[in-house]
Each structure stands twice: as C-alpha cells, then as structure tokens.
C-alpha cells in the first residue's frame, strides 16, 4: 500500500467511525455491533502505527493519546460564561420579567420593547454538572476549557476528549465546520453510572463520591486522562457562539444547529410562545419530567429565544437579563433513627441500615437509608435516637447528610458494629480484609455459588416451582453468563440455552416456557423466593396477606412488620435491612422492568383462618399443588402439627407420630379425598 493508498484508506475509516460513535454516543441508536466498530477501529490503528505522520488530532485513536500533565494551563474566555439569576417562585419570575421590560423601556426603544412582548421563550433543562466551553477551528476540537470565574478558566483537552459524546470533529456543515466555532455545555454523569461507579468505590473501601457534579468536576481535573476515560461521561451542548452573531439568530436555531453538527442536546428543551406558558411548564416539568430524566436537575431554564434581544438587554453585575433559572429548592428533611440495622448482600458483604421515623421527602415517605459501611458509620457518628438531615441523592435514593449533635439524647452511644453484627446474626462470623470497608460473612463461598444457590431458591417447589432449573442447569447458566441474578432468567432466550451442553432446542424453549409461566407469581412464593433472611414460606404468606400487594410491602415500616403474627423484631430487622440494600431494590425494578408482577393471594377465602399439614404421599397432586391451592382458598400450610394447627392430612404410607400429636391437640384428622372436598373438588 503506497502512502497515499493509506492516507485515503484512513480518512475513510476516520470519517466512517465518527459516525457510527456519533450514533452509539449521540443518538443512542447504533447501527452496527461492537465488533464491526472494533474491527475498523483496529484497522485504522495498524495504519496510523505505519505511518504515524498521518495521524490528526481528529482521528478517533487519539481520544486518549495523551500523556498525564504536570498541570493545567489558564486559558482567557473570549466571551465571559456568565452565571444564571435563581428564581424561586413564580412570584419572583415575573419580577424578574418585570425588570427586563422595564430596562427595555428606559434603555432600547421602543422597537425593543414590542420586540420583548411578542418574543417566545426557550425553555431546558438546569444539568447539574461542569459547564465547558469546546473549541473548533475548521471543524476539528482544539480546546476544551472550563468555567472557572467565568473570564479565566483552565485547559482540559486531553480529559474532554475522551468523552463519547464530545465530536472531535463537527459533522461538515458550510458555515460551522469552517474557521471558529464555540459550543458551550455541561459534562454530567447520569444518575445509574454514579450509583454503580459509588457502589465499585465502596465495595473496594474507598471514599464514594457526595454527587455526579462532584465527580464530573474531579475527574475533569485530573492530571491523568486515562482517569476520565474510565468514567462514564456526558457532554450535552447548551450553546452556539460565532464571531458573527446573525448566523445563529435564535436559541431554538442554535439547539437544532448543535444536534446536526453532532451534539448531545436535551430531547425536551423546546419552544414556548408566552412566559406564562414557560411557567407554567416548569410546574409540570416539576411533577411530570423532572423525576424520570436519567440525570440530576435543580430546575429549569428559561431564555429569550431572540438572540439579538438577548444580547440587546445585556448583563447586570455577572447575571444576563435575557434568562433565569426556575429552581425547586433541594429537598431535605429530619428525621429521628431508631434503629441501624445489618443486610447481608449476596456476595456476603455487611451493608448497615438505618431506619427512621416516617418523614416525607420528594414526594415519598422515607424510613430508611444505607449507611454504606462501618467508616461512614464512624465518619458521620451516627447514633440510634440521633436527628438526622436526609436527602434524596439524585431525588432516588435516601442518603443521611449529617447528625444535628445538638438534639442528641444523653443515653445514646456510639454504634459498635461488631457487636452488632454478633448479636443480630449469632451463628455467622465476620472479617474485614485488610485495606477494605466493608465487612463480610467469613468462609461464605464464591460469589458464583452464592448466585447459583439464589436461583436455585428462587426456583425451588415452596417458591416460583420452575421446571428444568435443577442444581446442574443452573450451574450452567451462571457458568455462561446468561443469568448475573435471579431477575436474569427472565431474559434468557432459547437461541442462547440452546448452545450449552445438555441443552437442545426442545429443552431450551421448555425452560423458557416454564419461566414466562411464572410471570405472575403468587405474591408469597414471590417474597419467599426472595430468599430473604428469616422469611420462611409461612412467613411469607403471612406477609402478603397482610400487605396485600408488593408496593405496600415494600414499603412497608418495622411496626407493621413487627404487627404480623410470627414476625418479630429479628425478623422485621431482616426485612427492613433487605429492603433497604441498593442492590435489593435495583433487583426489584429490574423484575418489575421484566413485566414481572406478584398477583395478590386470596383472603377471606372458604378455608380462611384454617391452617392445615400434610403426612404421607397424596395420589391426586403433590404436596406442593396441595399447598397451593390450600393458599389460594385463605387457608394456611404449616410443617408440622401445633396447638394452632386445624386438620392434619393423613396420605399413603404416613407414619403415625403426628396422628399420635394431632388426637392428643384435638386437631382433626382426615384422608385425601376429605380434603378434595374440603378444597371443592
């Protein structure tokens, strides 16, 4: 291949490679797999390594080229990135409208001012993230530079240029791919990357970040760009700037401008015609959007869609006239804790809980939240009886911000998590590696045996009763990849089983069958399955019949829990801590995701309050099928014959040690065809 061969040859893999990363990062819809990317992407490396002076600072190899830096250089704004004024209310809104007109009237004419009152207004999301400022000379990135004090701010090209969603070069466009183009906007991390990014550095004993703006701004300051390259990072574009202003003459036309010129814009930042219609958007925005965005907002942004009038009403002090940010207050709250609690997760780790008095926040009653680990403990010198400020990290998950010391009762000591854990878990022993901070169940077993017991609980005749999932079968499937937790045989496909060993067509769609049959699980097999701690399957039964449905028992407090029959305060501490895991409730959406949805049982049923056992082998149904269709008339199943215990089932071949209990009780005893009668048969 001659070097012009090659050079041709490259720009086409250059040119073919920024698209398919434009439609993977971008438009989140990719048009090829991984490996067709990878392939090319390995190509156009072996080319660039044989001729090196052919490489350019647009080639997608070169994202991460860089050395680490001894420092950052300053770099001066050509044009101050201001700051936004914060409005609160729409009282303080229309004041704020107020102003601008009247600066309109004594200062730009009248001309302006009628301008003023018919403009639209520009309406997006206020991403709490890093603003940055991108640089482009002739289409291809030069600069990367970040706010600072909005005249100064520091050179970070080599970190932005590891992120996906950053163009090296602009998608060719006869104006804005030629000489000097600026785009302004704000890298964030979305909300699921930071959970499992804080879930990586606790599990590892290192310090989690307090919130994706922290953590876009730390790793954007790294002095090593292979740090932001591990990061799940997003740059969404905001703003468009020219020498020449009339080539973008409206907000509207700047957002539609970036998108083509390959940008990640907000798909909901839109036009509205009047500023009470922007108002009244942010209140729907509030209650409507806000909560299902993949990413943090502290509110809305409101602009002055007419460019030239924006820039006509000018700055006063460091806030531009043309635009405000409509913010909801961050939601926090106090709360007392009466009590901290120990879950144990799957792969054994200690993961403390802390259960409060009911509290509202965001819209939720909140009466739990992780305390992560023992140093978080220690760090916040959180006490049971303490008040505690609480937040919603990401308006998602409970976090405690700090103790009030000042209302702290004089009884109450510092939490001994040792202690703890030996008391509300007697027969388990406990270590800490050395350089973690988290505890873990000692000689529990491999992660992989842990899951493979899990499933096959979960699959088990008092659970889900799923055919084909046998200790074997399930080894496999976790030993493929193909399940990583219990919700994961919802997923699995019949093309994909068919591949393993021991596995044909035929046994593959009938486990896949027998999965889907399960969709709509009775809701105590579904909570038992769960293989919560201490909830057996009678345990679980109770619980569903007195919760009804899986909302309330999720949301369910310690006294509820602690008011069933049979659930005392071990018990209702291990529920609460279950409930309370991370890891517990993304496995929860992830089943309710799946379509997967636990039916209420029957209460009040003819054999309501009547608690039944079985001995011996009944010829018309299992044990099992026995067991549920009792259930599902009211009834409850009990292992073995006690005081509360109503008719004992005498099968074939039952011993007689509990006829002997049952006459010596008063329980009733009868056969198998009483029982048929008895079930309507």
């Known amino acids: 291949m001659t070097e012009a061969d090659a050079r041709r040859r490259i720009e086409e893999l250059r040119r073919q490679l920024n698209k398919y990363s434009y439609e993977y990062y971008v438009l989140d819809e990719p048009s090829v797999d991984d490996a067709i990317y990878d392939s090319l992407y390995g190509e156009l490396k ?13 080639s997608p190899t070169q994202r991460i080229a860089a050395r680490p830096l001894d420092k950052f250089e300053k770099f001066t704004h050509t044009r101050r990135m201001i700051s936004i004024i914060d409005t609160f209310s729409d009282e303080e809104a229309y004041e704020w409208m107020n102003r601008a007109k ?15 009152s018919k ?23 030069v600069r990367a530079v970040t706010r600072g004090d ?45 959970e499992e990014l804080n879930r990586q550095l606790i599990e590892t004993g290192d310090k989690p970040f307090a919130n994706p703006r922290n953590l876009a701004a730390g790793t954007i300051r790294q002095l090593d760009p292979r740090v932001a390259a591990s990061r ?55 209650t409507e959007i806000q909560p299902t965005l993949p990413f943090n907002t502290d509110g809305l942004v409101i602009k002055v869609n007419d460019r030239e009038l924006y820039d006509q009403l000018g700055i006063v002090g460091k806030y531009p006239r043309g635009v405000i940010a409509y913010k909801y207050p961050a939601e926090t709250a106090t709360t007392k804790v009466r009590d901290i609690v120990l879950s144990i997760g799957r792969t054994g780790a200690v993961t403390p809980v802390a259960v409060f008095e009911p509290v509202q926040l965001a819209g939720t009653t909140v009466q739990h939240a992780t305390l992560h680990n023992a140093d978080e403990i220690e760090r916040l010198d959180v006490r ?21 010391t000042d209302l702290r009762p004089a009884d109450a000591s510092p939490f001994n998590f040792e202690q703890a854990m030996h008391e509300q878990y007697p027969e388990l022993q406990f270590e800490r590696p050395d350089g973690e901070a988290v505890w873990r169940v000692k000689n529990l077993g491999d992660a992989t045996e842990v899951l493979v017991q899990a499933v096959k609980h979960f699959a088990s005749r008092q659970a889900l009763e799923i055919d084909g999932l046998g200790e074997r079968n ?42 889907k049959s399960r969709m709509t699980p009775p809701l105590d097999r579904f909570i038992y399955a769960l293989g919560i701690r201490h909830v057996g399957a009678k345990t679980a039964t109770d619980i569903a019949k007195h919760f009804g449905t899986m909302d309330k028992f999720v949301n369910a407090t310690v006294d509820q829990l602690e008011s069933i029959s ?10 609460m801590g279950w409930l309370s895991d991370e890891d517990n409730i993304r496995l929860l959406e992830k089943f309710a995701n799946l379509g997967v949805a636990p039916q209420p049982i029957q209460v009040g049923g003819k054999l309501d309050g009547l608690s039944f056992v079985i001995t011996g082998t009944l010829t018309t149904m299992s044990r099992d099928e026995a067991m549920s269709q009792i259930k599902s008339l009211g009834g409850n199943f009990q292992t073995s014959v006690g005081k509360t215990t109503d008719y004992l089932v005498m099968g074939e071949k039952a011993g007689n040690s509990k006829r002997i209990k049952a006459e010596q009780l008063g329980t009733k005893v009868i056969n198998e065809s009483e029982l048929l009668k008895l079930l309507g048969k």
């Not at 009247?102 to 003023?116: F, I, W």
């Not at 090209?157 to 785009?183: H, K, Q, Y």
């Not at 997003?234 to 020498?243: N, T």
């Open 474 to 515: 399930v080894e496999l499937l976790v030993k493929h990849g193909l399940i990583g937790d219990v919700a994961d045989l919802y997923t699995l496909r019949i093309t994909d089983i068919a591949k393993i060993e021991r596995f044909g067509k035929l046994s593959a769609t009938n486990l896949v069958q027998a999965i």
């Open 102 to 116: 009247s600066y309109a009237e004594k200062n730009l004419g009248s001309s302006a001012v009628q301008k003023l």
């Open 46 to 58: 072996q080319l660039e390594r044989d001729y090196p002076n052919l490489i350019t600072p647009d």
């Open 150 to 194: 909005g005249l100064v701010g520091e050179v970070v090209t080599s970190n932005v240029r590891t992120i996906g969603t950053v163009p090296l070069r602009l998608n060719d466009d006869e104006v804005f791919s030629r000489g000097e183009t600026e785009v302004r906007g704000e890298i964030i991390m979305l909300t699921a990357d930071f």
């Open 384 to 404: 049971i009886g303490d008040t505690v400020v609480i937040y919603k990290a990401g308006e998602i998950i409970p976090q405690v911000e700090s103790v009030i």
């Open 232 to 286: 799940k990072l997003e740059f969404h574009a905001y703003d468009l700037l020219r020498d020449d202003p009339s080539e973008v003459p409206t907000n509207e036309f700047a957002y539609q401008k970036l998108a083509n010129l390959g940008f990640k814009v907000n798909p909901q930042a839109h036009l509205e015609s009047t500023f009470a219609d922007a108002i009244d958007y942010a209140h729907r925005f509030r």
């Open 119 to 141: 403009t639209k207004y520009w309406l997006d999301d206020k991403m709490d993230g890093l603003a940055c400022s991108l640089h482009y000379l002739d289409g291809v990135l």
């Open 566 to 575: 049979g659930v005392g305060k071990i018990v209702a501490e291990s529920i």
